[in-house]
Nanobody, 124 residues
Framework: QVQLVESGGGLVQAGDSLRLSCTAS????????MGWFRQPPGKQREFVAA????????YYANSVKGRFAISRDNAKNTVLLQMNSLKPEDTAVYYC?????????????????WGQGTQVTVSS
């Protein structure tokens, strides 16, 4: 039974920082590229960030470059998303995802597994 469990969402003000965490179980974590996606209110789900199986390379949407950082700890089966300088437009439900092919994860938004999501709300 595969599970991706997110935590760390909350209510913050513009300019604040927040760190999201996703812990995986039921899979061989090091065999999967990991990513974060988000769905703002009334909009489609969009790509945020991704990281390779070893953590050696990271990829970001233009909207979050320089503000967000993705990392992973394979010993803990965990992927993190550090979010700095948050803006109201960052308000969304954030989902972690696992996919064996990182190109598929980034481009197709159709990973092998989704987490349940965690709410991030940024007030002006």
């Amino acid at each position: 039974q595969v599970q991706l469990v997110e935590s760390g969402g909350g209510l913050v003000q513009a300019g604040d920082s927040l760190r999201l965490s996703c812990t995986a179980s039921g899979l061989t974590f090091s065999s999967y590229a990991m990513g974060w996606f988000r769905q703002p209110p009334g909009k489609q789900r969009e790509f945020v960030a991704a990281i390779t199986k070893t953590g050696d390379n990271t990829y970001y949407a233009n909207s979050v470059k320089g503000r967000f950082a993705i990392s992973r700890d394979n010993a803990k089966n965990t992927v993190l998303l550090q979010m700095n300088s948050l803006k109201p437009e960052d308000t969304a439900v954030y989902y972690c995802a696992a996919e064996r092919e990182i190109a598929t994860l980034i481009s197709l938004m159709d990973p092998d597994y989704w987490g349940q999501g965690t709410q991030v709300t940024v007030s002006s």
